[in-house]
């Protein structure tokens, strides 16, 4: 085991309600880099981040954080590991009964015991490393998408965690915001010395960032490098997936045992399977 | 900072209500009294046949109430109803010892309870005392019973 | 056949397993809140709690004023329409005040909590919780747990009162019903520990179960508006129906004797 690697991911399995996810993944996150885990969609990347926070639990393998392994941790142990974690999820996930400013003050709130004028520096801080202490008094539903990313990217770093994992962080964002993430997620990096996971599809704003990448497809990793390394692989599936070719060794088609001449000859009682 | 303050009165209230409420449900409802008990003095009077009666039901004078029932017991020397009585202490030495106590109804189907009458006698009942003058229940089946032996009869 | 019973079997099986999980989920849930768990506590104690009060206020009002108005039509011809007090309050205080209350909660406040926590659940908002360090069942269950044990109870009483409030009115006001013997029946049939303090047990027992039933299924629902939407069914299906039926367990066990 290597001392500089905060994260060791060793041949972790999962299946879940009879799917293989992962077979055989073996991962390492070094300290103080951005390491991205990028794959196609359904690969099961957040729950490979579910996995590493400790909230699922392996069929086979470990995964150790600062030598320490998550699966063997107690729940008291668990929850405490978990406050020098920080996660962004893909929804933001803001507690909606609470305002911007309650949000981000609420890791604060429940684990140091730190007088009331000293949350709220420390939160209108972290709230303008994101650029919104402006819109400290809002409520969650009051926020565009953009925002509310900032807003629980400025809560998941509360605490100022060893470990930040991002889930997706460029979905689903206009071109200016994704900018901004991009920026902050880097910021983040050599300010603070985060270690960061970024898990993604977006291959463009990814790359720029990361440090390192595993490519993880049908629950291995198929292939790992620096992303100069990557953009000149010559595998074709990882090809096909760093440059985006809609078909390849991962097939357009959903897989169906029937071709598609005789399905159009059958008649009408294909597709008509409904929810039971 | 002020909502929290009036969500948290409103919660007190809410909780302070309804305690209340139990205490009216204790007080007016089921007529438990809070310190009736040291106010009453104790009589003692045996039925031959108490009917409907329970403990708890009412003493009356002259349709007032004035005390409760506290206890029935069977007398095993007579084989009688022993019926103990809680009298309000404004009534103390002022019964007279040959007062009547019938068991009464009140209404064809109603409740039933105890009616005092007073006598004449200068003697007055001292706590503890037992009436001996008693008027046993009205039992309805008893009554239909006499009415048919005397239809028969004549 | 074989299908069959071996569909039978998983279906037992899974209702069992969700049971144990229900149980297991339930204890955790008990224990006793975090840190700052007071106000949090009377945050959900106002919210199903004196949210409800309105609903509860006015059905015991009318469902008091029906009591007495049919009461009096059945007992005016035994000629014995004083005990018209004694019938309002013990069919309130044995049976409608713990039984309504607790189905009008169930409706009210039960689906409420089963879809405030679904949706905290499918918004990843419980999950965030979980990695921020907080367990959400003390944080977001125990709450909840806590505000229905004290608040079904309290709504009871006020049902009990405002029922025995409108059987007045309407029996002594309107139908002129003499008022000291309302009162007088009643107290002297109506007994402190045997149908008050039972009837509040009794609705201790349905708040339990109701709370519990409303709280897991927001917990343990599928993370979908089509699983809220089906989960706040269930709430309130599954919360009546076993109010009703251990209303009629525990009438069994306390009046059954007599």
Known sequence: MNDSNLVEVADLSFSRSGRQIFSGVNLSIPRG???????????????????????????????????????????????????????????????????????????LRVHTDLPESMIRDLTLI???????????????????GGMTRRVALARAIALDPDLIMYDEPFVGQ?????????????????????????????????????????????????????????????DPRVSQFVHGEPDGPVPFHYPTHTSFRNDMLKGSDTGKRGRS | MKRSKWLECGVGVFVVAGFLGLVFLGLQVSGLSLSR???????????????????????????????????????????????????DDDLKDKLSEDTTAAILTSGLLGEQYIGL???????????????????????????????VSNFSKS | MMHQLSRLGGVTLKTLESLGRSVIFLVMGLRLPVRGGLKLLLAQIHFI?????????????????????????????????????QMVAMSLLRELAPVVTALLFAGRAGSALTAEIGLMKATEQLTSMEMIGVDPLKRVIAPRLWAGFISLP?????????????????????????SGSFWSTMQSSVMFTDDILNGMLKSVVFALVVTWIAVFQGYDLEPTSEGISRATTRTVVYGSLAVLGLDFILTALMFGDI
């Open chain 1, 33 to 107: 880099k951005i390491t991205a885990i990028m794959g196609p969609s359904g690969t099961g990347k957040t729950t490979l981040l579910k996995l590493m926070g400790g909230q699922l639990t392996p069929d086979a393998g470990t995964v150790h954080i600062a030598e320490r392994n998550v699966h063997r941790l107690s729940r008291p142990e668990l929850f405490r590991m978990r406050r020098r974690m920080g996660m962004l999820f893909q929804s933001g996930a803001l507690f909606s009964d609470l305002s911007v400013f309650e949000n981000v003050a609420f890791p």
């Open chain 1, 126 to 144: 972290k709230l303008q490393a994101v650029g919104l202490r402006g819109a400290n008094h809002l409520m969650p539903s009051e926020l565009s």
């Open chain 1, 174 to 234: 206009d071109p200016i915001s994704m900018g901004v993430l991009v920026k902050l997620i880097r910021q983040l990096n050599q300010a603070f010395d985060m270690t960061a996971v970024v898990v993604s599809h977006d291959i463009k704003e990814t790359l720029t960032i990361a440090d390192y990448v595993y490519v993880i497809s049908d629950g291995r990793v198929m292939a790992k490098g620096t992303p100069d390394e990557l953009a000149t692989e010559q």
């Open chain 2, 37 to 87: 008990a040291n106010d009453t003095y104790t009589l003692y009077a045996n039925f031959s046949n108490i009917g409907g009666l329970k403990e708890r039901s009412r003493v009356t004078m002259a349709g007032v109430t004035v005390g409760h029932v506290t206890d029935i017991s069977l007398d095993p020397k007579w084989y009688d109803a022993r019926v103990t009585l809680a009298v």
């Open chain 2, 117 to 147: 009458t007073m006598g004449g006698s200068p003697d007055m009942l001292q706590d503890g005392g037992t009436i001996k003058d008693t008027q046993q229940a009205l039992v309805l089946e008893e009554l239909i019973q006499q009415l």
């Open chain 3, 49 to 85: 709690g004196v949210l409800s009060l309105p609903i509860v206020v006015v059905s015991g009002t009318f469902i008091g004023m029906v009591l007495a108005l049919q009461g009096y039509v059945v007992l005016v011809g035994f000629s014995a329409e004083e005990a018209l007090g």
């Open chain 3, 154 to 178: 309290v709504l009871t009483v006020f049902f009990s009162v405002v029922g025995i409030l409108g059987g007045y009115l309407v029996g002594v006001d309107w139908l002129g019903v003499y």
